[in-house]
């Protein structure tokens, strides 16, 4: 087939596979630059979905992370590690080596590099006794009814091109004694979350599938032993970047029998970003602007971004990394009410001052309600959970031009951290997450604060079970710092005051650090789902200006 005819086949079936798509949802406004604006630490929700990763929570990242409050730093409810799989009576694992297959037709719209195309893709879950792997096959059209040969061009991309047709390949699941997956990762939480908090490397999916590893070992040996491994994308590493983090753990008294202290978890973990340059080798429209104070109104941030300041970030590298260490005393275990007491601390690993410290810390269970309570401590610049569900997106600032810990400044802080979910009466899943430090920046020893808050809501498992067709229903709202972030008008310019003095945005103002968004889908018959995910948010350009920042996933699985 000459060129000529295949573009034209390329555009007709891009056309007839787009048409097909609206035909079944109706058409779209456009939306602005994709962002996936999933709620950040301490997000409180639904509760954990199982790993098989069903298609309506698989084919977006999880809107909001698991409502769980962990008991212990990595200690389960039942006082052993976190993952401690203890089958009643001795059982033997029955699980067939075979199982049938499921497979899933999904159809819809997604956000890709800021514009509504469709997508429509193949999928297979394959379970082979205690692996499970999912293969993907799936089509872009343009928002221009053409195909796009995105994960299918073998020429040029060929590792993007193989690597686009696995969605997971995993062993076991992630509370039993071995659990390794390769592929997305969401919900990935070390300890208590004060290095790595609630970690996903899903924010662009299925605009971007980046291929990670967890790998687990958990209440292993006599001593407890717990290990546990995170890289965030196999492809970074051929340009020496990427995430990684570790955390070993152990139960030294485990066999001792000794009251209470037989659950004592003592561990220590280490995550270092390889590269924090690493997102500008994707970055596009790179020209030779330069811009000046005036045009971008703010002394904060460098006046210019130019094609040859960009190229010396591309070819340049520095890592950033953070150790730290937890303990966990379970005190309370009954089938009613758990008690833990905690205490964790991090520290900079690349030569700039910068700690932080939670203690005493209290995590509880009283039956359906769930939280967590810690005094924190903050010297020089740090901030906890810096490997946050946000973190592959803010690790480098185009706005900004700087990294996500060069915007750190030196402070010294104290305050409350808190955390709570609850059941109510399986009607409602609530949850909330508020941090309130206060002190001095260290430069000038003028005030300091650093608040932040989370609100999730959702319908429970009453109402979906006696509402037609409601598969879920729920919505989230989030402000990672509040009043750090310069208040702008409609049009995303500077507020100033009467003296020309920058407002300062508040907790519902438009800002970099406010997200909040809705998800809502329908069971139209049995395996047939359509969910709405709509995630609204805010950057900076290169100029200065606030825009929007939304992302839309509009899509329809079928399982059979």
Known sequence: MNCGAFCCTRRVVGAAVFA????????????????????????????????????????????????????????????????????????????????????????????VDGKNWGRVALGADIPIWKFGVFLDLELFVTNKFKLSDKGWDFKNHTAEAVLRKIRYVRYGRENEPLFVKFGGLSNVTLGYGMIVDRFTNMLRYPDEKLLGLQFYLNDVFPIGLTAQTLISDFSEMGDKGGVYAARIAA????????FLLDGL????????????????????????????????????????LDSSRVEGLRNGKRSFGVYGFDVCLPVVRTDLLDV?????????????????????????????????????KIGGSFMPGHFDTYYLEERYSRGLMRSKDESLKSVSL?????????????????????????????????????????????????????????????????????????????EGNLE?????????????????????????????????SLILDYRYGWKLEDDGKLV??????LHTAWRF
């Open 20 to 111: 097909g798509v609206f035909a079944v949802f109706g058409a779209a406004g456009e939306q602005d630059d994709g962002y996936d604006a999933v709620i950040d630490e301490g997000a409180i929700a639904r509760p954990e979905a199982p790993d098989d990763e069903s298609a309506s929570d698989s084919e977006s990242a999880d809107t909001a992370q698991d409502a769980g409050v962990t008991l212990g730093a990595g200690v389960s409810s039942d006082g052993g590690q976190r993952g401690d799989v203890r089958k009643n009576g001795g059982e033997v694992d029955t699980t067939p080596i075979f199982a049938k297959p499921d497979f899933e037709l999904g159809f819809g719209l997604t956000t």
């Open 251 to 258: 139960r030294p008294l485990k066999t001792s029998g000794m």
């Open 265 to 304: 978890s003592v561990g220590g973990m280490y995550a270092v970003d390889a590269n924090v340059y690493a997102p500008t080798k994707k970055w596009t429209n790179v020209g030779d602007t330069v811009y000046s104070k005036d045009t971008l109104g703010d002394g904060t941030r460098p006046f210019y």
């Open 340 to 376: 833990d007491i905690y205490a964790q601390s991090a520290f900079r690993a690349d030569g700039v001052s910068g700690w932080g410290i939670g203690v005493p810390g209290v995590g509880i269970r009283l039956w359906k309600l769930t939280g967590n309570v810690e005094y924190r």
């Open 414 to 490: 104290n305050g409350i951290y808190g955390r709570i979910g609850m059941d109510v009466l399986d009607v409602l899943t609530l949850g909330g997450t508020y941090q309130y430090m206060d002190g001095t920046y260290r430069e000038d020893g003028s005030s300091a604060t650093n608040r932040y808050f989370e609100a999730t809501a959702g319908f429970g498992k009453a109402i979906m079970d006696n509402v037609p067709m409601l598969s879920i229903a729920e919505a989230y709202i989030r402000n990672a710092d509040i009043g750090a972030y310069n208040k702008y008008d409609k």
């Open 496 to 528: 100033l005051g009467a003296n020309g003095e920058r407002k300062t945005a508040g907790s519902f103002d438009r800002s970099p650090g406010l997200y909040w968004g809705y998800r809502a889908g329908v069971e139209l018959f049995v395996g047939l």
């Open 548 to 553: 929007s920042d939304n992302h839309m996933n």
